[in-house]
């Protein structure tokens, strides 16, 4: 499984930007896609996960100003980030979790850089 992510960049606080993580390979049903971020000297957190349909998990700070959503048809997850504050500065990570005859598989993108500066 091989996921690339795109969209990171610099943004002014309060402005938007959309990351996008395509996932290409044996990819099933069933699995769990999601973004975490890790800015320096902190350890890697979770920002948004979805099982699919209208099922996801947020972290308390970025509720209301992230939304995560899929595209099954193309294995792509998205991160839709508004109202972006100075703290979201980070690598943001693509993930996935899968499961496969009882064994857990779990997947990492490269990471994308997010700045959120004035």
């Known amino acids: 499984v091989q996921l690339v992510e795109s969209g990171g960049g610099l943004v002014q606080p309060g402005g938007s930007l959309r990351l996008s993580c395509a996932a290409s390979?044996?990819?099933?049903?069933?699995?769990?896609m999601g973004w975490y971020r890790q800015a320096p000297g902190k350890q890697r957190e979770l920002v948004a996960t979805s099982t699919g349909g209208e099922s996801a998990d947020y972290a308390e700070s970025v509720k209301g100003r992230f939304t995560i959503s899929r595209d099954g048809a193309s294995n792509t997850v998205y991160l839709q980030m508004n109202s972006l504050k100075v703290e979201d500065t980070s690598v943001y990570y693509c993930?996935?979790?899968?499961?496969?005859?009882?064994?857990?598989?779990?997947?990492w993108g490269q990471g994308t850089q997010v700045t959120v500066s004035s």
């Open positions: 390979g044996n990819i099933y049903s069933g699995n769990v």
């Open positions: 993930n996935v979790v899968q499961f496969l005859l009882g064994r857990r598989f779990e997947y």
